[in-house]
């Protein structure tokens, strides 16, 4: 009588390709990155570039006003913004990589 193998060699070789995969891309996504982590805030043509670790207070020049950013504690916000609606303030701090808050009707 012949015994049946569930699994193959190739089964284990895809299964092995797999995890290894996923390895490689949660290193890729997860592991800390050698750069400082920064606050970029653009406005009125005007570029501001903070480390994490600052804490700054900035008016943002607008075509409706200033719109006021706080960078404190590894987080950026809208405090304050001329718009009606304050969307942006309402949208609370970014801190990670690729987050964004803008106030779109002071730009």
Known sequence: MKVISLVKPLDLAALGLALGFIL??????????????????TGA?????FPQDAKELIAVPGPLG????????GKARILA??????????AGAVHGRGQWVACLPNQ
């Open 24 to 41: 490689f891309a949660s290193l890729r996504v997860y592991a800390p990155k050698g750069e400082a982590r920064r606050f970029l805030i």
């Open 45 to 49: 043509g005007e570029r501001w570039l």
């Open 66 to 73: 200033e719109t006021v950013v706080q960078v404190e504690d």
């Open 81 to 90: 913004s001329p718009c009606k609606n304050q969307t942006c303030v309402a």
